[in-house]
């Protein structure tokens, strides 16, 4: 907690600083939250180092876990490739806005993409709250009757039992995940008008598609991680890679369809993960006793590849080095020691006498003949013959490709000045239908802010 409070503060002292240096606001801001994430991991690191002493064991026998839960890896790089793929996708479409070199993005469709993936934040916070709250003691019971041997009848009720609490909890997040888009959907647009993040028509659209998209991808993400609960890690690592290559083949093609269909790239990806998720789910709690007791092996073994190797090489490497690094240091004790006594005996032996310096040239006076140079004065010239040219030096920090944004807010003005319309209602008449209603074209009031 500390370390988080002095992160926030440090960032904002240090933006501070940094804009009233006059750094530009963008570079400012950045290196602001930089130094303030790097002052949290170096607090969160030497936090861990007195938390967990010095142990016997290799630092880098960890790696072997990675042999063993692989496929937990995996899942979750294929989750975050479907989350974010089709953000990077856009950076290069047609949508792409260069800011600086390769900064590019897409704020047409980022921007909408970061409010609606606001929304599944009812899914996530019922999962923590609701779902593993009502589950788990279910769970864990029926868990424990396979090791505590518990009767068949018993084994059997408690499966029943787990899988209605299950049943019944993913009905109601779907449920809240539903109202949640759907309220995201139909006030969504209404707040996002007083909201002044420039959404036009298009950015609307863009919301809604990938509102009904991040809702289907929370409830999949559920069931994901109620196949975890149940070891099934292939089923997982099969929706989670369905769920990236999905999203990534769909939101390329619909770069080849009318602009305003680009979000249902991410919205077919994620229909594909949830009924893959779904499917497996049922699939497997329905022979769950099979993969209890049939599937898993009957000699318990480690698993030991790659990382284990890598493992267990880096941390003998580590421990000679260590080892090693006390007769290191002997030995730039015994260096420095010899190094200072030569450089003791060079100073007592020697006599250094300075060379006297000859300033006479330095302050030597300008000659008569040079003071008593004439001084030309150039002749005048008319303005209106003289060539003006441009100062290249004028345009070097100029870049042709930089972008300005201006933000255009439009709203409902007065009666007297006929702006008293919404942008809906002008747009809804061309110029044809207000000559056969005989009426003045609708205006509406309009604010241009630039940057």
């Known amino acids: 907690m500390l370390s988080f409070t002095a992160a926030i503060v440090i960032t904002f002292i240090s933006g501070w600083v940094l804009l009233m240096l006059g750094i530009p606001h963008v570079e400012a801001l950045l290196i602001a ?12 690191v030497i936090l861990l180092y007195q938390y967990f002493p010095q142990g016997e064991k290799g630092a880098f026998l960890f790696l072997r876990w990675v042999d063993q839960f692989l496929p937990l890896a995996f899942t979750g790089f ?4 479907g989350l974010f793929a089709h953000l990077v996708i856009m950076w290069v479409g047609p949508l792409q806005v260069q800011v600086q070199g ?16 606001l929304t599944i934040l009812v899914t ?14 279910k769970y864990k019971n029926y868990y424990s009757l396979f090791n505590d041997k518990g009767a068949v009848g018993d084994i059997t009720q408690a499966g029943e039992e787990m899988l209605k609490v299950l049943n019944v909890e993913l009905k109601y997040t779907a449920l809240k995940q539903l109202l949640a888009t759907a309220l995201a959907i139909s006030l969504g647009g209404l707040l996002l008008e007083y909201v002044p993040l420039g959404f036009n028509d298009l950015m609307e659209g863009y919301f809604r598609t990938l509102c009904v998209g991040y809702g289907i991808y929370a409830v999949a993400n559920t069931m994901l991680l109620l196949l975890l609960y149940f070891t099934d890690y292939k089923g997982a690592l099969a929706a989670s890679g369905c769920f990236a290559g999905g ?11 009318p602009r305003v269909y680009y979000g249902f790239g991410f919205l077919t990806g994620s229909a594909v993960f949830f009924l893959i998720a779904a499917f497996r789910l049922d699939y497997y709690t329905k022979r769950l006793p099979y993969y209890i007791l049939s599937v898993q092996p009957v000699v318990a073994r480690e698993k030991r590849g790659k990382f284990s190797r890598l493992g267990f090489f880096l941390s003998k490497k580590l421990e000679r080095s260590q080892n090693s690094e006390k007769y290191r240091k002997l030995a730039c004790i015994l260096a420095g020691s010899m190094t200072m006594s030569l450089f003791a005996g060079c100073i007592g032996n020697g006599d250094v006498v300075p060379e006297e310096k000859n300033e006479s040239t330095d302050t030597e006076e300008p000659t008569a003949s040079e003071t008593s140079q004439e001084i030309k004065k150039a002749e005048s010239r008319d303005i209106d013959q003289v060539h003006l040219r441009d100062k290249d ?4 920090n100029d870049d042709d490709t930089s972008v300005v944004t201006m933000y255009l807010i439009v709203s409902k003005g007065n009666s007297s000045e006929n702006t008293d319309h919404t942008w809906e209602e002008i747009n809804s008449y061309s110029v044809y239908d207000y000559e056969e209603m005989g009426v003045d074209r609708y205006q509406a009031a309009a604010l241009l802010q630039i940057g």
Do not use: K, R
């Open 78 to 81: 294929f989750i975050n490739i």
């Open 102 to 117: 390769l900064f590019v993005g897409a704020p047409y469709h980022d921007v909408p993409a970061l409010v609606a993936f």
């Open 124 to 137: 996530t916070v019922n999962f923590v709250v609701s779902v593993e709250v009502n589950f788990y003691p």
């Open 33 to 44: 939250v930089a130094v303030g994430y790097g002052v949290m991991l170096l607090w969160d």
């Open 247 to 257: 999203t990534v083949l769909f939101t390329v093609i619909s770069l080849f369809f």
């Open 393 to 396: 030096s004028l345009y070097e």
